[in-house]
């Protein structure tokens, strides 16, 4: 079929036609489409180009602001969107790519999206979901029974309940928190006699109202990013998103906590919500949540855990109980796009109480009606996408015991990679797995010697050559496209609260094996033996030999 | 092939498997896949079920929260998803379905959309997303050109900049609308002297150092509910979104807007933003920009312009002026699941200077550091999918002229549409077309007649009987699935601001033909005659005998 069959000069009948007709078979795009259903794994090692570009070449191909006059043809898109697109993306199913918090996706995700994507439907209201809006709140209920438990009265009774919501599906983890807040905040800040609450009259009258001088929320100081960026949006200010500190296992102190409690209480400043965390986004670990819960129960303040990371720990038997006091949250964040397998785009925060989003409801004329079942009264989004579609489908293709097994797996995997690398001459484990993520970084045995001898101004200076030297493996190794770890800067007590840039892996993608690992150590090696080799690296190759020439 | 190609039981081989091996060819999701890539109208016109059921008989398909122990075949779960799930959508891409803001998706939507799925990017960083970073900027860059043509050189020097961007992509209007004002915001009481701003310091410590009572926002009467949500979110207050009255085209009045900014004054509130409107949601109607950028500018404010419907009018050079002024906006919502037909979960905001999102501006040591390309300093939402390669796959394969068309044709069909229905018997228009929006009402001649002679209070009595009856057919056309139109509540001036239930057409899909609205309209004849013969319409139905008699 040549180019008669696409869309070729702007007639209204060329145009009405790439809304009925699809392109002939056997054009590229139809290629694609079938070659992504008969193997995507094949799909994206054939079309991702694995030595990375340099961001600046790459945005060459992306210069161009003028929208074309005339229409481009659907193949020679599709053309372009291969050679520029695809081959210059992030292989994130990759087995050796342990950076990210993606991983390799089912493979009946892609045709299942398809059919939701067909659909498009739009969540915000019934009348452009039907079906889509009890199989949302159908989804939100078996999660908030994984962490909740509760009973089948109590589902029968809330789950299709037009006023009330057992939570909020969103796009992802940030959102999910920022509801979460927003809702204690109402609830917290809420109508009081003559007063009509925080949500219609704002921040600064309900402070005025409640004579305080400030709003906070309370998280350890390895809280997620997207905390005090929802600080700032709720009006509460960055500033009130109160760092507490944690403990040599990055674990939230809840001596420190109370005394942050105490001081606030001086400064006239009003906590009204705990956030603990259940998989920091760095390290993985889990603050007490027990302690956490009876903390936020005698201040009468609402505890939220961020589990976006963690939340699916509960489906191992094994693993469940490191989340202990999570079913005592009044809200829960997760993430179906990390570890439950669906693409991109698809958060929850689930309540305890189902009266809990009440205080965030709105509704107008046209649309999410009062007493309507319509999900867009309690979200804050509007219109969105039928994604519950794809975690349903999750839950009951991957099932309770395949989820037990994915996590185990993962946990169990990180383990054994945290003792290689505790074993290993050259590599210095930095923070231990708790969950399925660790941190390390490149350390010969001759640097760590020195680093335990020193005064603290020379360990600032080796950790500040280690640091570079592991941001340089880390890039090089991105480069090469070969595999990918992430890396972030730690504070750890181990190290006396120096800055340390480490390495960061995350082990959820089941294709990831201890080779792959062993591999992945390797290659890291490898490149620092060149790096040592430059003159960069002179200070710390120096420093090597003189360790080497004592030996 | 049986169900042995399946996943099956839950050992760690089948669950390798479901990562790696697609579904036997042949099997039920492998033929939907194939039929979706092969017709989608024929899909979805095959497996949606034109009568619909009644909610509450839907949610028993939904009723279970209990996560599966073991996992379902995907077979299985693939018959669900089509006899409970696909049957019970609405059918948002029918040409006969008028009432929603999604039409029908242009056929090659569907195979890139799982090209983006497979991909499985995340935009928050460009190690997630590479090339998907700067496409998604390129688009960014298209739209802002589309409303500010601003020159080859200031495209040149801030589309790919790495401290400034031209606006910020999220998953649809209310994102973009909260974006806007949260900027706008932060920059209205941003840092000064020893003030570190309200980002840092929060809505109170704003307010006490800016020596004010409140902060508002402004906009008409006929604004999105989005936005009263958005000063809930941002900690100002639903009651500061000053809801400013409309003239009989429901366009916002700016004595009365100058009379409310005064009044603010005197309660010593301090407006931040004006947001005008480019489509109404219910109307389609569009502020007078030019005279809101006026107004904005002498009181020194952010001026909004919410386009998330109207934005695409941009492309057509003929209704293009009646967005005059939206080139003087600060900030501009435009949505791409609305009228760029991309499927949902697609909106953007566009900033008219580069730094106006520096006020918004995070960073994290692990995500996002500073002075990095990526995206998700600047965005609300933390993670989010590829959706920009479909917005970028959309205006060049459309291309201007075919959004011109689109355009142009759904403008044109609409006051065609007003024309027939104001010249019909029994039908009254209530709202003109200003773009492809229109309201009416079934109102026979008689009962028109009555209500032009009529009192108050025998008004409001014949309007509560034309409601009831509004409402009535809208539900029963929607109950028989074969057309479908909204309806919302209006208080119009040509009907002393009494509410008036209407239908509301929105004309975006293509392949609506005025045959189609032809019928739509034979069809609400036939229901409001079945109903009048109903006891609930007695009254009614008294009231036009009356008015045969008199004849």
Redesign the interface.
Known sequence: MGKQAK?AE?S?DN??R??????A?GAT??R???D??????G??QEHIVAE?HD??R??R??????????????SD??RF?LD???????H??SPSFV????S????????????M??????LVK??????????E??VL??L???IYAQSDAF??RW??HSDERLGAFC?????AN?TAL?AA??RAFGPDGEF?G????????A?RHHDC???AVLVSERGH??L??A??????????MVAVETDARNRIRPDALVATLKRLERQRIRPFALVGIAGT??TGNIDPLDCLADIAAEQGIHFHVDAAWGGPTLFSERYRPRLAGIERADSVTI?A?KQLYV???AGMVLFREPSALAS?E???????RQGS?DLGSTT???????MA?LVQ?A????????YA??ID?GIELARRFADRIAALEDFELITEPELNILTYRWAPAGVQARLHDADEAQRRWINDLLNRMTQSIQKRQ?ERGKSFV????LTPASHDRQAITVF?VVLAN??TTDQVLRELIEEQRQIAAEHLESADFANLKALLDTHRRRM
């Open positions: 869309v702007s209204w145009l009405l790439i809304f009925t007709v699809p392109e078979s795009l139809n694609l489409d079938r992504i259903s008969a193997n995507l794994a799909f994206l990375e961001l600046v790459i945005e191909d992306f210069h161009d602001t003028r929208i074309p006059e005339a229409p481009v043809f659907v898109q599709t969107l520029k697109v695809v081959a210059q993306s992030v994130t199913a950076g990210h918090m993606t390799a996706l089912p493979y009946f995700m892609i045709p299942l999206s398809k059919i994507i067909a659909l498009n439907q739009n019934t009348e452009t979901s039907k079906a889509f809006t009890p199989l709140r159908q209920g078996m908030h029974r994984l589902y029968e789950l299709h796009s992802g983890g940030t959102v920022i927003w905040r109402n009509p925080i949500g219609r009259s704002g921040v600064f009258a402070l001088d400030g709003a990013y997207s005090s960026k600080a700032d949006v709720l009006g509460i200010g960055r500033d009130q986004t760095e993430d796009h693409p991109m785009g965030i709105h509704h107008a004329q046209y649309i999410i079942k804050l989004e509007g219109s969105r996408p039928g579609m489908s839950l009951k293709i991957i099932g309770r015991q395949g097994m994915l797996n991105r992430s890396r972030t800067r960061r089941p294709l």
